[in-house]
Each structure stands twice: as structure tokens, then as C-alpha cells.
């Protein structure tokens, strides 16, 4: 699939500009990408669209090539649409902060809320746990078992008043979950995790008992709780949650298994609500904040491509590009100083050398890059710096003895001088002729 995304955008990678043509063969590349990641139908339809619209309305970048542009754009809806920045939890101003789990059975709840414990514990928190899920045998023992493990208290109902496995409601969770908030607030733990029952599928009981407990405790955070590897089911799962509980947040489970995390995409686009965390192992300690750049590329495949463009881009120093634009187009005389700039700014794309060799698509910048030798740079530098101001600003003054006390300065060959100085006279002309409008040389006579 990412070979898919790969190839098409090398088969952009030759076109100046990006036409309608391309762009629509993209978008159904990166259609097909995103199911592949199960990302929900009508969610993926939305998202191309939206990228198609932008990318051929798009600004051209210096830094980017076409083909780089429009991974830039998809990237960029995706990371806004996962949430952008990562959020972390809202604690309450008057603890404690009451914080409730829902989801469906097995979505990863219980290990959540040890892992929850165990990291609020790490940064000084005095986390307790609710055993509130009164629904599945063994469910009560779960938490505390994990408790145990993350080194934090459980309240949990009396043994006997839990688990039969059977469509009825079993024991009060409602009620367990309040004594547990009030228990937390007698014995002043400052955040209590409470655990409730979820069932295979969504249904109507479920709903109404997690509904019934938010009422009860007014939580700080509902956090919703989903299998990474639910695929299609995202949306409609997410969806009755959002109905039948609401939530603040979202946690993906199990993202250490080979879900390419569509799920993400389309509980975040549907819901709107922000994903805080990522669950990635059974183990307490296999939890992290939610990255929703890094999701991006987890969703297109692309690993370290995009971290390679942010660079290139922000190498090019935009800056300065439009400095030398402003130049060139008042036809303003190209200094030495400017010449020196230029090819600092090359030593810049230099040392990314081996990385831009990754990047599928840089082409002839590529090309220029391998060719360019570093240490010419130090060179150039060392010899610009041993001018004197006026000499910079009218190189024609550097004649044969001045040329050899600025070889001796910077510690070259009088010939490494006039080699430099005959490549910026060319580079001025090229300038020159570009500011007049010629946009090529050798063509005088153009209107300025
Ligand atoms: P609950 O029914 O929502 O409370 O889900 P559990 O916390 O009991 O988890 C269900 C199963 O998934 C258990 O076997 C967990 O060990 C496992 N599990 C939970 N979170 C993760 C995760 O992030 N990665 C993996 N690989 N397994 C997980
Ligand atoms: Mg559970």
C-alpha cells in the first residue's frame, strides 16, 4: 500500500505543477491508503475530498516538489483532524479528579485504568481504583490484580454482589462507583479511575448503566475506550457511546498489534472529541500521549518521509528565499554577501545528504546536493571573510596583490580566489539577467 502511495507520487515527481489529472490520481491512491487502513467509508470519502480541494488550490512552496506538496497536504488534514496537538487529562480544580472508563468488553478498559494508575502515581498523583463493572465474572478481581501491580488501592463491591454473566443488571454499580468517588474523597486520594462494564456489542443496558454512573459521579472525563483493531466498527460503536454516555476523550487500545489505526481517523472526525492516549501491550507500562503527527504517518505509512520534508522545508529558510526573490526581481546588484548565503544554505541541504537520499522525488535538487562538497563551503567562507567590506561590495577593486593577501588571510591558494571570484561573477550575471525578466540569459534586450 505505501509502495502504491510511493509510486505514484514518484510518477508526479517529473511534472512541474500538480493539474487536476494528478491530483485526482493521487487522491485515489491515498482513497485506497486509507481504506486499506480502515478508515470508515463516508470518513474517507470527506477526507479526499477535502484534500483534493486544497491541493489544487494549493501555494507553491520553493522547498517542496509537487509531489512532496500533496503529501504535505494530506498529512496536514490528517494530523488536524486527529486532534492536532496532544491533549492531556483535565484535572478537576477541587480534587478529587474523577475520571470514568467506558467501551465495549474487551476494548482494553481494566489494563487501562492500571496504566492510568501507575503513570498519575509516577507523577506524584494518589491514584484509586473503582470496581465498577459488576457485569463479568472475575471482572472485580481484574482490577484488583491490576491495582496490585500499579501499587494502588481498589475499592471494590463485597464479594458476592458481582459476575453471573447474565443479561440482568448484577449488583448496584451505580452505586459502587459513588461510594468509591466518596471513599476517594474521605481518604483524600486526588484521582479516582473507575472501571465499568462494557458489553460484546453495543445494546441499550450497557448504555443506560454507564449513562446512569456518569450521572452519579459527574466525572472530570469520560475517556472512551477503543480496539485499534475494530476496523469499519469505529464509527458506529463510537458513535452509540457518544450518544448513549458522551465522552471527553478517547484512548486507542492495542495499538502495538498491526492495526494501521483507521480507527483513530474516523472516531476522531465523528465524534470530534480528542484522542489522549495510546495503549500499545498488555503490560502497565505500555501506554503513551496520543502523537496525532505521528498517527498521520502510521495511517499513510510513510514513517520518516514527512520528518525529512519538515526538514527540507525548514532549511530552505523561507526567509531568506524571499529576501534573494525581492532581490532578483528589483534587479538589485547580487553581492559577494549574497553569494556566501546561498551556499551556507547549501551546506545546509548537505549534511541532510544521506536523509534526502530516502525521499523519493528529490530529484535534480538531489542530484546538485550530492554533487556539493562541503568543505567548499568552509573554503568560501574563509576567503569572503578575509575581504575587506569595501571588497565585498565591489569585488572588481580585488586585483593581483589584493588577491594574494586574501589567499595568505584565509589560508588558500591565490588560485582558490580567482576560481571563487569568477563563480560569483558568474552566479551575479545569472542574477542579472534572471531581475531584468529574461528569466534566461543570453537574452538582452528584454523589456525590465
Ligand atoms: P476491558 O474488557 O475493556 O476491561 O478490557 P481488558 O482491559 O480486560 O483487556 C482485554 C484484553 O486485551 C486483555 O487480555 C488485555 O491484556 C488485552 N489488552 C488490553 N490493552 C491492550 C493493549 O494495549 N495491547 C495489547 N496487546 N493487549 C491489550
Ligand atoms: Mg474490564
Redesign the pocket.
Known amino acids: 500500500l505505501s509502495d502504491r502511495l510511493t509510486s505514484t507520487f514518484k510518477n508526479l515527481r517529473t511534472k512541474g505543477r500538480l493539474s487536476e489529472a494528478d491530483i485526482d490520481a493521487t487522491v485515489r491512491e491515498i482513497r485506497r491508503a486509507l481504506l486499506d487502513a480502515d478508515v470508515a467509508v463516508p470518513v474517507v470519502r470527506e477526507f479526499t475530498a477535502s484534500v483534493r480541494e486544497r491541493a489544487l488550490s494549493a501555494e507553491v512552496s520553493g522547498a517542496l516538489n509537487p509531489a512532496q506538496q500533496v503529501v504535505k497536504i494530506v498529512n496536514d488534514e490528517l494530523v488536524g483532524i486527529l486532534g492536532g496537538e496532544s491533549r492531556s487529562l483535565n484535572l478537576a480544580k477541587t480534587p478529587p479528579t474523577v475520571i470514568m472508563?467506558a467501551?465495549?468488553?474487551?476494548?482494553?478498559?481494566?489494563?487501562?485504568?492500571?496504566?492510568l494508575a501507575l503513570d498519575l502515581k509516577g507523577r506524584g498523583h494518589t491514584p484509586i481504583l473503582v470496581a465498577a463493572?459488576l457485569q463479568?465474572p472475575n471482572?472485580v478481581t481484574?482490577l484488583q490484580v491490576?491495582g496490585e501491580r500499579a501499587g494502588v488501592p481498589v475499592h471494590a463491591p463485597h464479594p458476592g454482589n458481582q459476575g453471573a454473566e447474565t443479561d440482568e443488571v448484577v449488583g448496584d454499580p451505580v452505586g459502587v462507583a459513588r461510594d468509591g468517588v466518596a471513599t476517594a474523597r474521605a481518604r483524600e486520594h486526588d484521582v479516582v479511575i473507575v472501571?465499568t462494564?462494557?458489553r460484546l456489542g453495543v445494546d441499550e443496558l450497557l448504555m443506560q448503566q454507564a449513562a446512569d454512573i456518569r450521572e452519579a459521579i459527574s466525572p472530570d472525563e469520560v475517556l472512551f475506550?477503543i480496539?485499534?483493531m475494530i476496523g469499519q466498527d469505529a464509527v458506529t460503536t463510537a458513535q452509540a457511546f457518544l450518544e448513549g454516555v458522551d465522552f471527553t476523550g478517547v484512548v486507542l487500545?492495542?495499538?502495538?498489534?498491526d492495526a494501521r489505526g483507521g480507527a483513530a481517523l474516523s472516531v476522531a472526525k465523528v465524534t470530534g472529541r480528542p484522542i489522549l492516549f495510546?495503549?500499545?501491550?498488555?503490560k502497565l507500562t505500555?501506554?503513551e500521549a496520543f502523537h496525532p503527527d505521528r498517527m498521520a504517518s502510521r495511517i499513510l505509512d510513510m514513517g520518516d518521509v514527512l520528518t525529512l520534508i519538515e526538514q527540507a522545508e525548514r532549511t530552505f529558510d523561507a526567509q531568506e528565499a524571499e529576501k534573494m526573490a525581492a532581490k532578483v526581481a528589483s534587479g538589485e546588484d547580487f553581492t559577494l554577501a549574497d553569494f556566501l548565503v546561498q551556499m551556507q544554505q547549501m551546506k545546509k541541504m548537505g549534511s541532510m545528504k544521506k536523509m534526502l537520499g530516502m525521499l523519493p522525488g528529490m530529484g535534480q535538487m538531489r542530484d546538485a546536493i550530492e554533487n556539493f562538497d562541503e568543505r567548499e563551503v568552509d573554503r568560501i567562507e574563509a576567503i569572503i571573510n578575509s575581504m575587506t567590506p569595501g571588497e565585498r561590495e565591489n569585488p572588481r577593486v580585488i586585483n593581483g596583490s589584493r588577491r594574494a593577501r586574501i589567499a595568505k588571510g584565509s589560508g588558500v591558494r591565490t588560485s582558490d580566489v580567482n576560481q571563487l571570484l569568477e563563480r560569483f561573477t558568474q552566479a551575479q550575471k545569472m542574477m542579472r539577467q534572471m531581475g531584468k525578466g529574461g528569466g534566461m540569459p543570453g537574452m538582452p534586450g528584454m523589456p525590465a
Open positions: 472508563l467501551g465495549l468488553q474487551g476494548a482494553g478498559k481494566t489494563t487501562l485504568a492500571g496504566k463493572d463479568r471482572a481484574q491490576v472501571d462494564a462494557g475506550v480496539d485499534a487500545s492495542k495499538l502495538d498489534g495510546a495503549s500499545t501491550g498488555e505500555e501506554f
